[in-house]
């Protein structure tokens, strides 16, 4: 079996000597050029399984290897060699195509990993023809629109290098779906996916869940724990709802990112860690930097790819394959036959806007599974908003919005006389509230309390008592 081999572009000998040796000791045959004319005659005489290319050359720019592997070579992963600390740089090579980078003085461990993933990935698309390797897992993103089809398209090619990718979308969009299907059609699929919501994690215990701590670095700190950086170690790390980060933290992250290291509280050393970034926000991350609550440079360092899950008013289309699906996956939850949408029903979520867009068609047809009389779900059973207008409270009590009034004129009729106790009627029209004020409010608990007019810590209280996840 022939060796695979890698080809290295850069002008500084010691450099050239270095990759040598360290890329032979792992039975690789190495090419070492030093301007990009012999980078040319290199891979035009023989195909590599990889390529480290050098951003400054005697006679013009690692660009110009990026762009001719990637039309005559599509299939070989580059390495960009930089500068330390030049993060412009190492963005400008992600997204002129590179796979990923590797910073000067040249870390020998954090070298060996990228090699490895990188020869990885290459050898799956040879081996697949250049197909994602994600299997049927890309079923689990349904809908047959042409922006659908389009996302679809875009993750497996993201999936097939290391570069950061911002996805945006509005809230319910499945965003953390999407990061999750990048990871798993890529070469770390083998790794470990890491979801953190950064707007869930307490301001003063950021540092520590990030990048751990040394027992006794603090009070409390009884023992060493690993951060959510070392646990996604080779694999990927979704960060949901990044714009949540305070600015110190932010700063921290830059670094984390840019040095491919982490330091635990309390720790002498900085570790080293091998993570793919995958972030998401429903904010507007660009207006957040103009205002100056979002560091530019992290900006630009997450955001070099930036993918657009659509909002689902934007792709009608797929709502019947989404509902249709949704119920299935409900009946095997409930062990019952899937619900079937009359059509009313179905023209009823048609015509709806879905301002909490998948997320909320799921709570909505949750509650019509448990509303109806049978299997059949009419219109009425989806109580979908209605936009009727209610005076405001008196006594600087907010007032119920419109989609919550709607929902409580539109609670079942029963009374206790009519065979249901007065303490279920009451907690279906507490529940029928409540659910209506989260799909208004995008599921922000704090606002859903404002609109409901009771304290958060109320609506916590009737959240559990009244079984609502």
Do not use: W
Not at 47 to 64: I, K, N, Q, V, W
Request: net charge negative; hydrophobic share 45%; with cysteine.
């Amino acid at each position: 079996m022939s060796l695979q081999t890698v080809l290295v572009v850069d002008d500084e000998r010691d450099i050239r000597e270095l990759l040598t040796i360290t890329l032979g000791r792992m039975d690789l045959q190495v090419d070492a050029v030093g301007t990009v004319g012999e980078a040319k005659r290199a891979l035009a005489e023989r195909s590599y399984d990889l390529c480290f290319t050098d951003m400054r050359l005697p006679d013009g720019t690692g660009h110009e290897v990026i762009e001719l592997i990637a039309e005559q070579h599509p299939d070989t992963p580059v390495a960009m060699i930089t500068a330390y600390g030049n993060v412009d740089a190492a963005v400008s090579a992600l997204k002129a195509g590179a796979f990923d980078f590797v910073s000067k003085p040249v870390d020998i461990q954090m070298l060996r990993r990228l090699v490895r993933t990188a020869l990885k990935l290459a050898e799956e698309k040879r081996g697949e023809g250049g197909a994602s390797t994600g299997g049927g897992s890309s079923d689990r993103l349904i809908g047959d629109s042409a922006v659908m089809q389009q996302v679809r398209a875009t993750i497996g090619k993201l999936a097939r290098n290391q570069a950061p990718v911002y996805i945006a979308g509005e809230s319910g969009v499945g965003k953390e779906l999407v990061a999750r299907l990048i990871h798993e059609q890529g070469p770390r699929a083998s790794g470990p996916f890491v979801p953190v919501n950064c707007g869930a994690i307490p301001t003063e215990l950021m540092e520590s869940e990030f990048f751990g701590h040394k027992r006794g670095s603090f009070t409390g700190a009884a023992s060493d724990k690993e951060g959510l950086f070392q646990a996604a170690n080779g694999g990927t790390l979704f960060l949901d709802e990044v714009a949540e980060l305070p600015l110190h933290m932010q700063v921290k992250l830059l670094r984390a990112i840019q040095e491919k290291a982490v330091r635990p509280i309390g720790a002498r050393e900085e570790v080293p860690v091998d993570v793919r970034i995958l972030s998401a926000t429903h904010k507007n991350l660009a207006a957040l930097v103009d205002q100056g609550q979002f560091r530019q440079d992290l900006f630009y360092r997450i955001n070099v790819i930036e993918l657009r899950v659509p909002p689902l008013r934007e792709r009608r289309g797929d709502v019947p394959l989404l509902a249709a699906h949704i119920l299935r996956q409900l009946a095997a939850k409930s062990g019952m036959a899937p619900g079937r949408l009359l059509p009313a029903a179905q023209q009823a979520l048609d015509e709806y806007d879905f301002p909490g867009n998948v997320r909320e068609l799921e709570n909505v047809l949750e509650r019509a599974m448990a509303m109806s009389d049978g299997e059949s779900i009419d219109a009425a059973d989806l109580m979908l908003p209605q936009r009727a207008s209610r005076p405001a409270f008196d006594a600087g009590i907010a007032a119920p919005s419109a989609t919550v009034a709607g929902a409580i004129e539109a609670a079942p009729p029963a009374t206790p006389g009519s065979g249901v106790a007065l303490e279920d009627y009451i907690s279906n029209l507490e529940r029928t509230a409540i659910m209506k004020a989260l799909e208004e409010s995008r599921y922000n608990k704090t606002a859903a309390a404002k609109k409901l007019g009771i304290t958060f810590r109320a609506l916590r209280y009737k959240l559990k008592k009244l079984g609502i996840d």
